[in-house]
Structure formats: structure tokens, C-alpha cells
């Protein structure tokens, strides 16, 4: 695996974002850093809701780097 993947990988895995609020246009980590969603939101979604959406999100998008990388052996 290329070793610029490699850092990317660990670097992805080892961060944490904490959702602290979470609006039908947008979130906020508690970095302080807000975030557009890239369409507005139909329902309410709690904080929770929204902090297991983005972790299964992180967790695919490095399965997925994983995965091209794997292919490109």
C-alpha cells in the first residue's frame, strides 16, 4: 500500500468528531468547525442519530480507500 495512503488511512482512523449540534441545514463539531449538508434535511435528527451517521460514514469512506488501494497491488 502507497505510504501516502497509509498516512491518510491512520490519520482518518485516529480522528474523532464529536457532533454538538445539528440543524436541517447544517452541523457542528465540537471543534467549532460547521459543516453545509449537502442537501437539507426532511426530519429532525438528533445528535446521536446524526454521530452514528457520520462515523458509519468515515467507516465506509476508509473501507473504500482500502479497497482501490488492495486493487492497485
Known amino acids: 500500500m ?4 497509509k498516512k491518510l488511512i491512520k490519520k482518518m482512523e ?3 468528531y464529536k ?3 445539528v440543524t436541517r441545514a447544517e452541523f457542528e463539531l465540537s471543534n467549532g468547525d460547521i459543516y ?3 442537501f437539507e434535511l426532511d426530519d429532525d435528527i438528533t445528535v ?3 454521530q452514528k451517521l457520520l462515523d458509519s460514514s468515515k467507516d465506509m469512506i476508509i473501507d473504500q480507500i482500502k479497497k482501490i488501494e488492495d486493487t492497485d497491488e
Open 48 to 50: 446521536e442519530e446524526f
Open 2 to 5: 502507497n505510504n501516502k495512503i
Open 14 to 16: 485516529s480522528q474523532e
Open 19 to 21: 457532533v454538538i449540534r
Open 36 to 38: 453545509p449538508h449537502a
